[in-house]
Antibody, heavy 120, light 107 residues
Framework: EVQLVESGGGLIQPGGSLRLSCAAS????????LHWVRQAPGKGLLWVSG????????RHADSVTGRFTISRDNTKNTVYLQMDSLRAEDTAVYYC?????????????WGQGTLVTVSS | EIVLTQSPATLSLSPGERATLSCRAS??????LAWYQQKPGQAPRLLIY???NRATGLPARFSGSGSGTDFTLTISSLEPEDFAIYYC?????????FGGGTEVEIK
């Protein structure tokens, strides 16, 4: 069974840093792009970042470029999102999502999400 | 950035009725449009990718159509479990983007 389990969320002050993790199981991790998608309370979905199978290519939304970094450890089947210079508007549930085997930038499988709250 | 506009914002229908949801792109996305369903407190679920390809196990009452800038998700006969929020998403150009969602609610 495919599983994506996020962790690392919590309450953080504006300007702070947080690292999210997503542990994957039930599939061949090295075959798939991984993404982070967030959802502010009561709002819609926003794609945040994506990373290719070996970590050599990363993409970020304009709103997080220069502040967030996506990475992966293929030996641990884990993808990370390093979030720096956090702002109140970054408050959201952050979902880890797996791409498809051939359609890499649709979100075929999702984790249950981890809540990040940026507030003083 | 490609902006996706979904309409209507809310669709009030009864079980058994047909639902037609629209997604319009600010520029062409070719056929690279997907649809997701999200229920309260749950993660989204992929329904359709590349306009009309159903995800594994998706019931046949869900179908997608369109091309270029105008796309439609149709649910031929609403089941009770179909009342949810639906989002479209384009993968034609980075950054990937979602529409604002259409809520299908019980009338």
């Amino acid at each position: 069974e495919v599983q994506l389990v996020e962790s690392g969320g919590g309450l953080i002050q504006p300007g702070g840093s947080l690292r999210l993790s997503c542990a994957a199981s039930g599939f061949t991790f090295t075959n798939y792009w991984l993404h982070w998608v967030r959802q502010a309370p009561g709002k819609g979905l926003l794609w945040v970042s994506g990373i290719n199978v070996d970590g050599s290519e990363t993409r970020h939304a304009d709103s997080v470029t220069g502040r967030f970094t996506i990475s992966r450890d293929n030996t641990k089947n884990t993808v990370y999102l390093q979030m720096d210079s956090l702002r109140a508007e970054d408050t959201a549930v952050y979902y880890c999502a797996r791409g498809g085997l051939s359609v890499t930038d649709v979100f075929q499988r999702w984790g249950q999400g981890t809540l990040v709250t940026v507030s003083s | 950035e490609i902006v996706l506009t979904q309409s209507p914002a809310t669709l009030s229908l009864s079980p058994g009725e047909r639902a037609t949801l629209s997604c319009r792109a600010s520029q062409t996305v070719s056929s690279y449009l997907a649809w997701y369903q999200q229920k309260p407190g749950q993660a989204p679920r992929l329904l359709i990718y590349d306009t009309s390809n159903r995800a594994t196990g998706l019931p046949a009452r869900f179908s997608g159509s369109g091309s270029g800038t105008d796309f439609t998700l149709t649910i031929s006969s609403l089941e009770p479990e179909d009342f949810a929020i639906y989002y479209c998403q384009q993968r034609y150009k980075w950054p990937l983007s979602f529409g604002g969602g259409t809520e299908v609610e019980i009338k």
